[in-house]
């Protein structure tokens, strides 16, 4: 615990909650598959940054968790990796047929943000897939001026992971163009812009359509009062990862 506390220092990553899993400053400890380790190193990913080698592994536990951090930190793939390595792990399991799925939401504020971190899943999945012993993961992009129509040959599938802002994801919900039957992660990227926009009720409503446990992932660069009263209603026994600017 102390070795723990000794490189939390060394990265200034201040935690807060009970049990922190351990901070892994490599992915390889990690168990992060093969594929995605060398599509990583392929794009100078190297080493897993503050937010990623504290955060992951708290994700990965099935822990709730607030992670701040500013931009550029590498929030991103600390929130998709842990889902992706989760539905990876159903999927090879026990292949989803159509109408199954998704394992998990990722909820963005805007289109622009949720177009990015969809392109990120994507290419990440198909470096995953690109390796024959790996499953395809079918993701979904859930915003507006974008119908699932035109996602058909995705939805006819199973599907892992849907990516989407809030006001779509609800009418996609209400609609039952798919269901949260079997969806147990919930993240919200940027959640302080997500607060100010106004989605605080929409994101409720959202976690109202869950019927399993849930994990929930709450990650946004400032830690506004809002966010903390939205993040002790809606977080069960959290992890609190907070990263500062070194120096
Ligand atoms: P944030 O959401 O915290 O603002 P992003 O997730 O958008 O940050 O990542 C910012 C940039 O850093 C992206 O270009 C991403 O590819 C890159 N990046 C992410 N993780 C690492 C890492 N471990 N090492 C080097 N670059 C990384
Ligand atoms: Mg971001």
């Given amino acids: 615990e102390e070795q ?11 935690v807060d909650g009970e049990n922190i899993p351990p901070p892994i400053e490599h992915f390889v400890d990690m168990k992060v598959p093969g594929p995605i380790l060398e599509y990583l190193k392929a794009n100078r990913i190297v080493l897993p940054t503050p937010i990623q080698l504290q955060g992951i592994p708290a994700a990965f536990s099935g822990r709730d968790l607030i992670g701040i951090a500013f931009t550029g930190s590498g929030k991103t793939l600390a929130f998709c990796l842990p889902l992706i390595m989760m539905a990876l792990e159903e999927e090879m399991k026990l ?6 799925g998704p394992v998990g939401i990722i909820l963005c504020p ?18 995953l897939a690109k390796d024959g012993k790996y499953s395809q993961l079918n993701t979904v992009l859930c915003i ?13 599938k199973g599907l892992h992971i849907v990516v989407a802002t809030p006001g779509r994801l609800i009418d996609m919900l ?19 812009r997500m607060i ?16 399993r446990q849930r994990q929930t992932l709450l990650f946004s660069a400032t830690m506004p009062r809002k966010i903390q009263d939205f993040a002790q209603e809606s977080l069960i026994k959290p992890v609190l990862v907070n990263v500062g600017r070194a120096g």
């Fill in 110 to 127: 805007s289109r622009e943000l949720a177009n990015q971190t969809y392109e990120n899943v994507v290419t990440w999945c198909s470096a």
């Fill in 95 to 100: 292949p989803f047929i159509r109408g199954e």
């Fill in 144 to 156: 507006g001026g974008i119908s699932m129509s035109e996602q058909s040959h995705v939805m006819s």
């Fill in 174 to 192: 209400e609609k039952k163009r798919f269901t949260f039957n079997n969806c147990k992660y919930l993240c919200m990227d940027e959640a302080d």
């Fill in 196 to 211: 100010d926009l106004g989605f605080e009720d929409d994101v409720r409503n959202i976690m109202s359509f869950f019927k």
């Fill in 4 to 14: 723990h506390q000794k490189i939390r220092e060394k990265y200034h990553i201040l």
